[in-house]
Structures are given as structure tokens and as C-alpha cells.
């Protein structure tokens, strides 16, 4: 009986993956040898793909979801939370000594510093969608306000890096009350809609305003960072860093620095989300996660509720747009379409909604992960979501799905992944 059920659920698997890779990997159109284009079939592929979903499905029905769902029974709440706690820990001197380590180069750093962005992205989104329970799907409009804020601020009015800081977070969180009062009586694939229309709404804006923000052409020449005012470069004068602190002038010292910038960056976000959670108005954005009905009848002020959620969010992805506009020095719209908010919101919940070690692991695994599959060119798509898809079978409630209450009567105990609603943290 068990056989002939997973045997059927492998058939319809491989006949919705038929139907996908006709189309995606069947046919493709070549250049030919006079410039025409000509329609090239590969269907060897296309059995082969077919036949691995198969198997993989049909061994997945037979034997590892069943002893998965076994395993998912059993209370493993508290050591889980013991050894996530150590893992985090782990995690933290890694990121510290990073740049110290024998054999790491500068393009290990500089994608270090891509997934430590991604991290504080993911963390600033956690609070909207893992803490509060809005689904924002325009989260990169608030990045975009933040990096464009500090390119303009800096060129026509001379303003540093470290004054601009927090005017981007400012009126990065300007801008996310404005989204607020909109959707206050929205929910689900309603809000979603708007907040996606939202960050297309900025998006055109930075495309077509090209008298203030360059239009496709961007904004090029945004000044660098300083270390408390000494300048990086390679001339070595009297009054940058490499001759005050007595170093051979190397460009790596930029890097470096954007590296624990952007990692001090990201702990203050952790810092000031888990310190919040503990605060009255935390416990308020997962009162109306849970219920918005609830959190109402219990004098909550709702209103108050969603749009400090939506500020405090978007201020920190204004920081996080800044650092992006200081560390590439251009910026155009084209860094700030919809696939990007799509992945901090799969890093979200792929990480589970409101764990803040869950959004850093599966940041590491996404970005990071995505760049070592960068040699299989065409393929690496079809492998990267193929791991997604793995996840979300295997861990429904993201990475990390338990939870600990931020308040609790006595002792305080993780709750399991399976008590915990999917989807909704």
C-alpha cells in the first residue's frame, strides 16, 4: 500500500517536472554559423533529469520521509537549542577572525562581505515577516532609499560616510511608515501585492527621475569610507592609513575594513532585534503575528504595532543600502529589482520566520552556496532551486523552526517545530 502511494506521488512529480524541463531544458535556440537562429532539442537531458526526480521522489516517499517525520516526532527541542547556541557561537569567531586566516584572499573576503550583507538584509526583513508577520515583498525598496540617499547626500552636499550612516537609515524608516499607513487594513496575498508594487514604484522612480539619480546610467564616484578620517590608498602620503599606522599601502586594507564594517553593522541589527523582542512593543509584533483579532481585543494598538515594524525594518535596510553604495561606489536600478527581494525573503523563511540563526545559516548557504555553483554556468539555476525545494520539503518551518517565547510563565522551554504553524513563525 505504502509503495504503490509513493510510487503514484514519483509518477506525478516526474510528470510536472516532464511538463518544466520540455520547455527549460529541451529546447534552447542557438546562434548558427550565418547568425540565424535555430532551435536545438536536447531531450537525453530531459530523460535523465526525469528519471533522478523519479527515484528521488520515489526514495523520498519510501524511506526518508517517513524516518524524517519519525525523527520530527521526537522532542529534540532542548538539545537542539543547546547545540544551535554553540553553533552560533561558532559562527561569531569564524566571522571574526576571518581575515586572519592563513590562505584566505581577497575574494573570499570580498564575497564574505556579500553574505554578511545578505545576513543583515535577512534580519531587518525578520522583523517584518518572521517577528510581525507582514509579508513585504518590496523589502529591496528600502535598500535602494538607503544606498541612493547616501550617493546624493555625499555628492552634493560633501557629507561622510559616517554622517550619511544614519540619514539613510532615517529616511529609509520615512519611507517604510509611508508603506505602512497604506496597508494597515491588509493581510496576506493582499499586502504582498502592495508591497511588491511598492518597490517597483521606486524602482521606475530611480529610472526615470534622471535629473536627480542618473536615470539607467546610475550614479558613479561615491566617496569611500574613511577610518576615523584616513583616507585608503595606494600613495602611501602622510595622512592616509597605511603610513599612520606604519603599513605597506595594499588594497587590501579597504577590504578588510569593509569586512568588519559590515559585520559590526550586522550585529547591531542582531543586538537591537533580540533586545527588542524582549520589549513591550516586541512582544506586541508577535501578539499580532499570531492573531491581528486577538492582539486587537487585547488593547493593542495595531496601527502603532505594524508601522514601527515597517520603520524599524526599512531603517536597517537603509544602513545596509548605504554600505552597498559605499563599497561598490555605483549604484544603478538595475542593483534593486524584484529578484533581490525575492532572495532576502527566501532566506527569510528558508531560515525559519523570526530565528535569527536560522536567516544567518541559510544566508551562508544561498550566497554562499550560489558562488560555487557559478562554474556550472546554465545548470547552477536548476541546482540552486532544486536545494531550495529540498529544504522546504524536509524542513517546512525553514532551517530553524522551533521557537522560545520571548515571555513565559516558570521556566522557559523551546517549542518544537511541530507546534509551530508553518508559515506563520
Not at 44 to 72: D, N, T
Amino acid at each position: 500500500m505504502a509503495f504503490a502511494a509513493a510510487l503514484r506521488d514519483a509518477a506525478k512529480a516526474t510528470a510536472v517536472a516532464f511538463g518544466l524541463f520540455v520547455v527549460m531544458v529541451g529546447l534552447r535556440t542557438d546562434v548558427g554559423p550565418t547568425g540565424a537562429l535555430f532551435l536545438r532539442t536536447r531531450w537525453p537531458e530531459v530523460a535523465m533529469l526525469c528519471a533522478a526526480i523519479f527515484a528521488a521522489r520515489l526514495a523520498m516517499g519510501l524511506w526518508v520521509m517517513p524516518r524524517f517525520m519519525k525523527a520530527a516526532g521526537s522532542s529534540m527541542s532542548g538539545p537542539l537549542a543547546r547545540i544551535g547556541t554553540f553553533f552560533g557561537m561558532g559562527l561569531l569567531v569564524v566571522a571574526v577572525i576571518l581575515p586572519a586566516i592563513p590562505g584566505i584572499e581577497r575574494g573570499q573576503i570580498d564575497l564574505a562581505i556579500l553574505v554578511l550583507t545578505y545576513i543583515m538584509l535577512g534580519w531587518g526583513l525578520n522583523i517584518v515577516v518572521g517577528l510581525a508577520g507582514l509579508l513585504d515583498l518590496g523589502y529591496v525598496a528600502f535598500y535602494a532609499v538607503g544606498a541612493y540617499s547616501y550617493a546624493l547626500l555625499a555628492q552634493y552636499f560633501g557629507l561622510s560616510f559616517w554622517v550619511c550612516l544614519p540619514l539613510a537609515g532615517i529616511l529609509a524608516a520615512f519611507w517604510g511608515i509611508l508603506l505602512g499607513f497604506p496597508v494597515l487594513r491588509l493581510r496576506g496575498d493582499y499586502l504582498a501585492i502592495v508591497t511588491l508594487a511598492f518597490g517597483e514604484i521606486i524602482r521606475i522612480i530611480l529610472l526615470n527621475w534622471v535629473d536627480l539619480t542618473g536615470g539607467p546610467n546610475g550614479i558613479s564616484g561615491i566617496p569611500r569610507p574613511t577610518f576615523f578620517g584616513l583616507p585608503f590608498n595606494m600613495s602611501g602620503d602622510p595622512g592616509t592609513f597605511a603610513h599612520f599606522f606604519g603599513l605597506e599601502p595594499s588594497p587590501t586594507h579597504r577590504v578588510v575594513f569593509l569586512y568588519y564594517l559590515i559585520l559590526c553593522l550586522a550585529l547591531l541589527t542582531n543586538w537591537v532585534t533580540i533586545r527588542i523582542r524582549r520589549q513591550p512593543i516586541g512582544r506586541a509584533w508577535e501578539a499580532l503575528r499570531e492573531d491581528e483579532v486577538a492582539c486587537r481585543a487585547l488593547g493593542i494598538n495595531v496601527t502603532t504595532t505594524k508601522l514601527t515594524a515597517f520603520a524599524l525594518g526599512a531603517m536597517f535596510g537603509g544602513f545596509a543600502g548605504a554600505f552597498f553604495a559605499t563599497r561598490q561606489a555605483f549604484i544603478s536600478p538595475e542593483s534593486f529589482t524584484f529578484i533581490e527581494s525575492a532572495m532576502i525573503l527566501a532566506i527569510v523563511v528558508l531560515g525559519g520566520l523570526g530565528s535569527q540563526l536560522g536567516v544567518a545559516v541559510a544566508a551562508i548557504v544561498m550566497i554562499g552556496g550560489f558562488e560555487l555553483f557559478r562554474d556550472l554556468g546554465e545548470w547552477r539555476m536548476l541546482v540552486f532551486g532544486a536545494a531550495m525545494v529540498v529544504i522546504m520539503v524536509l524542513r517546512p518551518r525553514g532551517l530553524v523552526g522551533s521557537r522560545t517565547p520571548t515571555v513565559a510563565l516558570g521556566r522557559k522551554r523551546a517549542i518544537g517545530a511541530e507546534f509551530v504553524g508553518e508559515g506563520r513563525g
